[in-house]
């Protein structure tokens, strides 16, 4: 069990930066894959970036080499770092935690527009 609790979204202009948290509280935290997952409506919510307990990434291809995951597994924290912002990146950003089972944030948007 875990509860996730993102933070960080807003209104950029495109090129610009956000920088996403995630705050989780539970046991085991070092034992869950930790991601950021993005969805609009009308469309399937997507994979961004995970990361697992001793740090391996993986990215989806649209934002690989913009943004960058990381977690510090002592504060139960999962960061999403996003530069060199567009357009089609506007969503809802959510945080994922994954073991046995999946958690979902409550999500937090991203708006990237002029």
């Known amino acids: 069990q875990v509860q996730l609790v993102e933070s960080g979204g807003g209104l950029v202009q495109p090129g610009g930066s956000l920088r996403l948290s995630c705050a989780a509280s539970?046991?085991?935290?070092?034992?869950?894959?930790m991601g950021w997952y993005r969805q609009v409506p009308g469309k399937q919510r997507e994979l961004v970036a995970t990361i697992t307990s001793g740090g391996f990434t993986n990215y989806a291809d649209s934002v690989k080499g913009r943004f960058t995951i990381s977690r510090d597994n002592a504060k139960n924290t999962v960061a999403l770092q996003m530069n060199s912002l567009k357009p089609e990146d506007t969503a809802v950003y959510y945080c994922?935690?994954?073991?046995?089972?999946?958690?979902w944030g409550q999500g937090t948007q991203v708006t990237v527009s002029s």
């Open positions: 994922n935690a994954r073991y046995m089972t999946t958690t």
């Open positions: 539970g046991n085991f935290f070092g034992r869950y894959v």
